[in-house]
């Protein structure tokens, strides 16, 4: 006969009791095939992130956000300040990114690459483990008396755990200051230097509170994402799950009429943020699958088949078939089609200087003087290579609309470093009799070593014009 799925009760959230007072979670040590994979995936994230700031591509870091200095390295590829815009393109990418996968795999993101996921199990739980011992010792040591060893080992995981977010902050820091200023700043005396030390600070002591108190509280309080899950997913996504058609009634093993479960707790035991995955699918789950790994342990020493908790749709776990085509992955494919398109065409319009021959906000639209008509303009340029570029500079308005000659005084040529900028005078004179015929003012402009030119266009302005 099939077993109904058992209702969802109520209960407070893992880590917190029902009159909102904190339960001390000290998560059980876990292997198997997925610890063993989130290890790997730790590891190779954090290399990642220190090695970032230090992996040198065309002689600049992988990334490296000069905001002293409004430019910004990713990967080879030099943007300025004029470039921000593309920023909306890869927070869309990211957003469309974080849906589609969401919608298919669940909150794999939270259980295997968040960077709170990774520096807290794969970092400070470790630390904690090394000092204080195993979950079981440390959860006993809470509730004695306290001793002149607890408290030692606690202020020697405290000053580790310190030290660990000094770290992290300055590789962070790193990111926005080059290496050698870094080391500058670390070697010196921190007046020479107070917004760097003060973000240096503020980002510490952030982390350290999150690593050695707030932990699983970030993922209930503070990040939406697990709010926003129910928006995301739906009954064909994957996710952590307990088969209760299977598991259901719960027992001993030795009991004949219980189901699988034998009602050990060790899902419960091992989970980081103390929720009971047999209650059903909840906010509180990071998908990280050490309930996974605990349950097929213990279904292999009793002899049973693994997967009474595996990753599965809702749909498959109350006895249906998944569909893995579905109206939600269409309207996310499109999108991404549309964001690739889009991105594509915004960088092929990613220009190797900016050009803008504007009018100065001060002063007279024009002037007459010595039988000429006067027109001041300015020509700022940026140079949004990562090296020296020469700029030619062309007067283009004879022949260009304009029945008598524009003499125009400005260089021929005007040199920028990298990222370098300027604003060029430009004096627009035609004679006042062949004013009132005089159209634009036509400058050509060319970026030697980039081989990329443009013409720019402003109204020469005349009485009675």
Not at 427 to 448: C, F, H, K, M, W
Request: hydrophobic letters at 45%; glycine letters at 10%.
């Amino acid at each position: 006969m099939k077993r109904s799925l058992p209702l969802i009760d109520e209960r407070g959230i893992g880590s917190i009791r029902a009159d909102g007072s904190r339960v001390q979670l000290h998560p059980h040590e876990v292997t198997g095939r997925y610890t063993t994979r989130r290890n790997v995936i730790f590891a190779v994230l954090i290399v990642v992130y220190v090695a970032l700031p230090f992996v040198q591509i065309g002689g600049r870091p992988a990334v490296f956000l000069d905001v002293l200095h409004r430019r910004f390295y990713l990967f080879g590829a030099a943007f300025n300040a004029q470039d921000f815009w593309l920023v909306f393109f890869l927070l869309a990418g990211a957003a469309l990114v974080l849906l589609a996968v969401t919608a298919i795999w669940g909150r794999v993101w939270c259980g295997y690459a968040c960077p709170q996921t990774v520096f807290l199990e794969g970092l400070a739980r470790r630390i904690e483990r090394w000092v204080e011992g195993p979950a079981s010792v440390r959860a006993k040591a809470d509730r004695g008396p306290r001793t002149a060893q607890l408290v030692a080992r606690k202020m020697l995981k405290h000053v580790l755990f310190l030290a660990l977010s000094l770290f992290l902050a300055h590789v962070l820091l790193s990111y926005f200051v080059s290496l050698p200023s870094l080391w500058q700043m670390v070697t010196g005396s921190p007046m020479n230097h107070p917004v760097a030390f003060g973000w240096m600070i503020g980002i510490s002591g952030a982390i350290y509170f999150d690593l050695g108190f707030f932990r699983e509280q970030l993922c209930f309080i503070v990040c939406p994402y697990g709010r926003l899950q129910s928006t995301m997913m739906d009954s064909d996504t994957q996710v952590i799950g307990y088969d209760a058609l299977r598991g259901e009634p719960r027992g001993k093993a030795s009991d004949p009429a219980a189901a699988d479960c034998v009602d050990c707790g060790r899902c419960v035991n091992v989970c980081p943020t103390g929720i009971d995955i047999r209650k059903g699918l909840q906010m509180e789950c990071i998908a990280c699958a050490a309930c996974v790994d605990a349950c097929d342990g213990v279904m292999k020493k009793v002899g049973r088949p693994e997967g009474l908790i595996r990753y599965d749709s809702t749909r498959s776990l109350e006895g249906g078939v998944r569909r893995f085509s579905r109206g939600r992955l269409a309207l996310y494919g499109g999108a991404t089609l549309l964001w690739v398109v889009g991105f594509s065409y915004a960088l092929s319009g990613h220009e190797s200087f900016e050009a803008n021959l504007l009018r100065p906000q001060t002063g007279s639209a024009f002037i007459v003087a010595d039988g000429e008509v006067l027109n001041v303009l300015e020509l700022h340029l940026v140079n949004k290579l990562d090296a020296p570029q020469r700029f030619r500079l062309e007067n283009r308005s004879t022949g260009s609309g304009n029945r008598r000659g524009m003499r125009l005084e400005m260089p021929s040529e005007v040199r920028l470093g990298p990222g370098g900028s300027r604003t060029v005078r430009v004096v627009a004179r035609v004679p006042l009799a062949d004013a009132s015929n005089a159209t634009d003012t036509r400058i050509y402009v060319e970026g030697v070593e980039a081989s990329e030119a443009r013409v720019l266009h402003a109204r020469f302005l005349a009485p009675g014009g």
